[in-house]
């Protein structure tokens, strides 16, 4: 291994590792979440920005790279792999970082020039700059980094500014009047402070602890203290607020606005005056308010578009400025990576695919991830998107996860209820989930459950298993699941069912089709009929099976003991290959698909 192989590898670790410390501090993050909306991801996206990063990293086949050329490559897929405002705007402070240290050089003069570079891209690459925000901790780095550059070692330099960009943090609230009225600090600003204490500790610096309060607990908190004062009630020491106070947990509380008014209703403990609960009902009023905001523009969308019919940033701009506001663009070769909030999203997707080809998709619904940031029941979420498939047989299940899918609900012979839904849903801990049944007769009550859910729920109107088989098949053969182009080919393999009458009924044709008898449905159509399971499914065969060379039979429970079947098919139609699993379906003997 060579010398570089070493560096690559020291750097790549030291990566590693803030990215695992700024993981396990992401819900503190979230908590502070109310700029520019408070839908409480600013962790995860900061967190999910970086894991990206890592997870595409490049293969160097043992390619010799110094930590310039990686931390090059490492900036450039944190661009692409960026989520949310906070992602966005680090990403690109991290490009201009690389663009400087790209010459390997770590000595404290060109460092500063780096972060002056990186602020001055992070600067000009967002619409609408703010001061109190991830921005001015950014500036405020560069400076006291330049302030403190008599220093020979650039890691006792970024120490130092440590507690500098701290105080800074703590006076985001003055300068940005919504985080003062919520009485939080700027939550990009704490995560950014967050990876600088993450790569202290890298260079063997004593760590920092912080303490954390979920945001629905101090929501909840507020809620009770109002009350208290409402009531004129002191009895502070009888209520779970006292224990909060006695126990040491005011100072975990992030709120600071929250904080002073437990200690001051503490200290009035007995003797609340009507001059302090008027203005303790006023702060509490505010507080609560603020995280209730009508927010103009629902969803947080973003993109990836590949295109030669684009020629710049300022183009993308013009096209789909009209639908919303926070826009950022960023630009690599032919790909634009695209945030914008707005109130149609499919509008503004269709409209950029004229132009090229969507590579990558992701539409949050904030007001849904507010609700759930502020509900008392929150959901923290583990990944950012999986395919949730929900199917009746365990046969199903199976092979639906042999062909990739993370997430699968068996329903059984009754079909789920909204509860049921609801509960598996939340179970998966997902911010974005593509769900999709295998029956029709499910959709009504998915949709209905998608809304009481707290994740954000897109669902794939899917007619039957097949078509989730379809649908993970095209994702198998390297179809980005970012890109949602895999929903369009639901309906890619052809299939028919093959069932028993229950009553008499009639075929397509007019022929009568007897109670017992078994029958074969094809496009919501019966197409043939029986008394004999093995000559219907061979006259389906023979009137399906057209160009397709390949015949695959799921079983279902009512035929799982059926071993003749197979073998009767093969000899019947040499020509063609045949394959057989169990599916356990209930109603269809077999689902039979011809590719």
């Known amino acids: 291994m060579t010398h570089t192989d070493n560096q690559m590898l020291v750097i790549k670790g030291i990566?590693?590792?803030?990215?695992?410390?700024?993981?396990?501090?992401?819900?503190?993050?979230?908590?502070?979440?109310?700029?520019?909306?408070?839908?409480?991801?600013?962790?995860?996206?900061?967190?999910?920005?970086?894991?990206?990063?890592?997870?595409?990293?490049?293969?160097?086949?043992?390619?010799?790279?110094?930590?310039?050329?990686?931390?090059?490559?490492f900036a450039g897929q944190m661009l692409m792999n960026?989520?949310?405002?906070?992602?966005?705007?680090?990403?690109?402070?991290?490009?201009?970082?690389?663009?400087?240290?790209?010459?390997?050089?770590?000595?404290?003069?060109?460092?500063?020039?780096?972060?002056?570079?990186?602020?001055?891209?992070?600067?000009?690459?967002?619409d609408n700059p703010r001061e109190g925000t991830i921005l001015t901790l950014m500036y405020e780095f560069k400076e006291k980094f330049g302030e403190l550059m008599t220093e020979e070692d650039t890691a006792v330099?970024?120490?130092?500014?440590?507690?500098?960009?701290?105080?800074?943090?703590?006076?985001?609230?003055?300068?940005?009047?919504?985080?003062?009225?919520?009485?939080?600090?700027?939550?990009?600003?704490?995560?950014?402070?967050?990876?600088?204490?993450?790569?202290?500790?890298?260079?063997?610096?004593?760590?920092?602890?912080?303490?954390?309060?979920?945001a629905s607990t101090l929501l909840h908190a507020i809620k009770n203290i109002r009350k208290l004062i409402q009531s004129s009630s002191s009895n502070i020491k009888n209520n779970h607020l006292g224990s909060l106070h006695l126990n040491g947990g005011i100072e975990k509380i992030n709120n600071i606005r929250l904080?002073?008014?437990?200690?001051?209703?503490?200290?009035?403990?007995?003797?609340?005056?009507?001059?302090?609960?008027?203005?303790?009902?006023?702060?509490?009023?505010?507080?609560?308010?603020?995280?209730n905001p009508h927010i103009q523009y629902r969803y947080c969308t973003e993109f990836v578009v590949k295109s030669d019919k684009i020629s710049s940033q300022d183009q993308i701009k013009?096209?789909?400025?009209?639908?919303?506001?926070?826009?950022?663009?960023?630009?690599?070769?032919?790909?634009?990576?695209?945030?914008?909030?707005?109130?149609?999203?499919?509008?503004?997707?269709?409209?950029?695919?004229?132009?090229?080809?969507?590579?990558?998709?992701?539409?949050?619904?904030?007001k849904k991830q507010h609700r759930n940031f502020i509900s008392h029941d929150t959901i923290a979420y583990e990944r950012e998107r999986s395919i949730f498939c929900i199917v009746s047989g365990l046969g199903f299940k199976k092979i639906l996860e042999e062909?990739?899918?993370?997430?699968?609900?068996?329903?059984g012979k009754k079909k789920p209820s909204v509860e049921q839904l609801v509960k598996a849903i939340n179970q998966l801990k997902t911010k974005n989930i593509i769900a999709a049944p295998d029956d029709q007769d499910i959709l009504m009550s998915l949709k209905y459950a998608a809304s009481l859910c707290k994740s954000n729920v897109h669902i794939v109107e899917s007619k039957s298993v097949i078509s989730l088989i379809s649908m993970l098949m095209a994702v198998s053969n390297d179809t980005n699941i970012n890109s949602m182009s895999f929903i369009h080919q639901l309906n890619d393999i052809r299939y028919c069912g093959i069932s028993r009458a229950i009553r008499e009924t009639r075929a397509e044709d007019g022929t009568v089709v007897k109670q017992g008898d078994f029958f074969?449905?094809?496009?919501?159509?019966?197409?043939?009929?029986?008394?004999?399971?093995?000559?219907?499914?061979?006259?389906?065969?023979?009137?399906?099976?057209q160009k397709e060379n390949l015949v695959t039979l799921y079983k279902g429970i009512p035929a799982k003991r059926d071993n003749n079947l197979l073998p009767e098919l093969r000899r019947v139609f040499q020509e063609k290959e045949f394959e057989e699993y169990y599916g356990g379906q209930y109603q269809y003997y077999y689902y039979i698909t011809f590719e």
């Open 15 to 73: 990566i590693e590792n803030v990215y695992k410390y700024l993981h396990r501090r992401k819900e503190y993050i979230n908590g502070l979440n109310v700029f520019p909306v408070p839908d409480g991801d600013t962790g995860l996206n900061m967190t999910l920005t970086i894991q990206g990063a890592l997870a595409n990293m490049p293969d160097y086949n043992g390619k010799a790279i110094s930590n310039g050329e990686y931390l090059k490559d």
């Open 82 to 126: 960026s989520r949310g405002c906070s992602g966005v705007i680090l990403a690109l402070y991290c490009q201009g970082l690389s663009e400087v240290i790209v010459n390997g050089d770590l000595s404290p003069a060109n460092v500063h020039k780096a972060l002056e570079n990186g602020y001055k891209k992070a600067y000009e690459g967002i």
């Open 157 to 214: 330099i970024i120490k130092r500014c440590i507690p500098h960009l701290k105080s800074v943090l703590d006076k985001t609230p003055d300068m940005l009047p919504v985080l003062k009225q919520a009485g939080v600090v700027d939550s990009g600003g704490a995560g950014f402070l967050i990876i600088l204490e993450g790569f202290k500790r890298e260079i063997n610096f004593k760590q920092s602890a912080s303490g954390e309060v979920a």
């Open 259 to 291: 904080r002073n008014i437990i200690s001051d209703f503490q200290h009035h403990s007995g003797n609340i005056l009507n001059k302090r609960k008027n203005k303790l009902l006023k702060d509490l009023k505010e507080m609560e308010s603020s995280w």
């Open 318 to 366: 013009q096209l789909i400025s009209g639908y919303g506001d926070s826009m950022i663009v960023l630009h690599s070769s032919d790909t634009y990576k695209v945030h914008i909030h707005t109130n149609k999203p499919d509008a503004v997707l269709t409209d950029v695919s004229k132009f090229g080809e969507l590579v990558f998709t992701k539409v949050d619904d904030m």
């Open 403 to 411: 062909l990739g899918a993370e997430d699968v609900f068996c329903y």
């Open 520 to 545: 074969t449905m094809y496009d919501h159509k019966i197409i043939c009929s029986g008394k004999n399971i093995k000559e219907v499914v061979v006259q389906s065969i023979e009137k399906l099976a």
